[in-house]
């Protein structure tokens, strides 16, 4: 891989910082933005209580609908008595939603995941009513006389409360993605009752994720597999004690990765289907130029994760696991400003669902600065994982950075809320 795409995993663009208080997750290479949470309590109860409320009447709404349809009844029944016989269900996803309308949403996808599309678009009416009514509000708060710190703070909380709820509603329909394509997410990594310690006993699954992404996306992934895990790429069934923080790292650059990919592959997609490619890149080619050698070797070895997975490899054993690849090329055509933009993770809700996410399967790292400046590792927790585990959670990653492009841009078109 290129200097310019490698440079790419090691720091994606995150939209900027705006007032708001609060600091980024360790997981992420750059820092993404906080999100308010102070605010009167008893407002913030206020508002929960009315969105209980409002979930629901949602749910009795949407029950309505499922018994007019007799196929979705029968659904619904058999997993409901899945979930009702024994014990509690596992978690079909590591992080748990926590607003009202993230509640409801994990009820619909435990037990009747076919009606998730029709409750998000009556969560997306519904904030877009409230959107509209605050900005009513807003206008009538310019009114002399009026108190303006009030209205301000009640948007303020209200505004957060949304950004909440959009960002459950995102992850929600991540998850319905992953659950059509009949792969389970990895549960939250923790030491394991394996007699080996090891973390990774979740199923494969490789051969499902691989599928879900086009041949040229796919090309790219296997380069950024190969810069993560080295020679180790044909020796999958070994195991190594690695840091949890550094693999919590790998993990959340890979979705950033993904999500960049997924964005480039679609106008990839479109330009070669109306024949539009840059010249070199056409169906009649069969092969692209590579970069030099050491070009590939100076990416790798500046790769911040490579270190930990690679273990010294020679700039000849690794440039062998670089293939060629056509959308690797397209992307290098881009001029600056384009690339600068293809790169950015386009709204704060997204960053904050790969922050969320990314410490619900790993945990909060406890971080320590020394008075040098430097990090102290000495708390940081070793795990064993297989490498084999390791490009199971490389390409669950890059995966659910490419649905969650997909999702925000479908969320986007019916409630307006990406800047850029």
Do not use: C
């Not at 619904?76 to 509690?88: E, I, L, M, P, Q």
């Not at 069969?286 to 030099?292: D, L």
């Amino acid at each position: 891989m290129d200097a310019v795409t490698a440079s790419l995993v090691r720091s994606p663009v995150l939209p900027p910082r705006t007032s708001d208080n609060g600091s980024g997750s360790m997981f992420l290479t750059a820092s993404g933005p906080g999100f308010t949470r102070s605010g009167s309590s008893r407002l913030q109860l206020r508002l929960r209580q009315n969105a209980s409320a409002r979930s629901s009447r949602s749910l009795q709404s949407l029950t309505t609908i499922a018994k007019t349809r007799r196929s979705f009844v029968v659904r619904a029944s058999s997993a409901s008595n899945d979930a009702s016989s024994g014990s509690s269900p596992k978690p079909i996803a590591p992080l748990q939603l926590q607003s009202p309308a993230g509640q409801f949403l994990s009820q619909i996808l435990v037990s009747h995941p076919h009606l998730v599309p029709a409750a998000v678009e009556q969560q997306l009416e519904q904030l877009q009513t409230d959107r509209d009514s605050d900005g009513q509000n807003k206008d009538a708060s310019s009114v002399p006389g009026t108190d303006i710190v009030l209205y301000r703070r009640i948007a303020e909380v209200k505004e957060n409360e949304r950004r909440r709820t959009l960002e459950e509603i995102l992850y929600a329909l991540v998850v319905q993605k992953f659950m059509e394509a009949n792969v389970s997410l990895v549960p939250s990594v923790s030491p394991s009752s394996d007699p080996s310690g090891r973390v990774d006993t979740w199923p494969t699954k490789v051969e499902k994720l691989e599928r879900l992404h086009s041949p040229e996306m796919y090309e790219m992934i296997h380069n950024h597999l190969a810069l993560i895990l080295g020679s180790r790429m044909g020796d999958l069934n070994s195991v190594a004690q690695i840091s949890k923080l550094r693999v919590g790292q790998v993990y959340a650059a890979s979705v950033m990765y993904g999500y960049f990919l997924k964005r480039v592959d679609q106008r990839f997609q479109l330009e070669k289907t109306m024949k539009i490619l840059p010249g070199g890149l056409d169906e009649s080619k069969t092969s692209v130029e590579q970069p030099e050698e050491k070009t590939t070797y100076q990416a790798v070895s500046s790769h911040p994760e490579v270190g930990a997975f690679a273990g010294g490899v020679s700039a000849k054993g690794f440039g062998s696991e670089i293939k060629p690849s056509r959308l690797r090329s397209y992307v290098m055509s881009f001029d600056a400003e384009t690339l600068q933009r293809y790169a950015t993770i386009r709204s704060r809700e997204a960053v904050g669902i790969i922050e969320k996410h990314t410490e619900a399967l790993f945990g909060k790292p406890e971080i320590v600065i020394t008075p040098e400046g430097t990090v102290d590792s000495s708390k940081d927790e070793q795990i064993k994982i297989s490498f084999g585990g390791m490009k199971r959670l490389v390409l669950e990653a890059v995966t659910f950075g490419s649905f969650l492009w997909d999702v925000e841009s479908h969320v986007d078109a019916r409630y307006h809320f990406v800047l850029n």
